[in-house]
């Protein structure tokens, strides 16, 4: 039987690179984005072996039409990466109500709707959930109070779910990237964030998007059967060394 995932924010980055594992391990993909054309183009490179959904995982009604649409697909559902998200950055001060409920609606209603909506169907296949966290749900920084406040909710709500869906066999677990070398991050890093951020990751450098997505489909596989409830923040070390100064690592 060929398993199934449905991953969202799946046009471009990580999501991309995961559906990409995914197809290479003998998955069918149910790629879920709002940008309809991108995920269009992004589909049609790929082959019979996926679906294109445009849906806002912050709406209800879309998503059960797109868990609906991911599990005829499929003929069942064995995985879902809930990855969409958005990031909005200012001062606490700048943060308007508009703001955080932008952040907030993808960022945590969108996993919470996702998760319900495909409960029944990943319980029948004992299925997984991956949540995509951040480090910034992990540890403080500024600039990040809508941000990182909804990825720390997302890995509180990862604890929930594997808690109450273990009993239907369904594992959930939760991956927060470090600092990523997507093509939107090294548009917007400056050499100066680029130089600040090596030296404060003890590997000494940005993650890859696919090695972020070797850990997310390990989690969905029968390789991690025993694994539930945990968070993985794949970050090169960022996490462990808090708040350190790298100067005193030497």
Known sequence: MTKCALVTGAARGIG???????LEEGWRVAMVDRDGTELAAAAAALGPQVCALEA???EPGQVAAM???AVAFGGGLDALVNNAGVAEFGPIADCDFAMWRRVMATNLDGVFLCSQ????AL???KGAIVNIGSISGLRA???????GTSKAAVIQLTKQQAAELGEQGVRANCVCPGPVRTKLAMAVHSQEIIDAYHDAIPLN???????IAEAIVFLCSEKASYITGQVLAVDGGFES???GLPALRK
């Open 56 to 58: 806002d995982v912050s």
């Open 117 to 120: 909506a495909a409960a029944p």
């Open 67 to 69: 868990v609906e649409a």
């Open 141 to 147: 920084s500024t600039l990040r109070v809508a941000y």
């Open 205 to 211: 450098r940005y993650g890859s998007e696919r090695e």
């Open 16 to 22: 991309l690179a995961t559906v990409r594992l995914f």
């Open 123 to 125: 319980a029948a296949r």
């Open 241 to 243: 060394t808090g708040v």
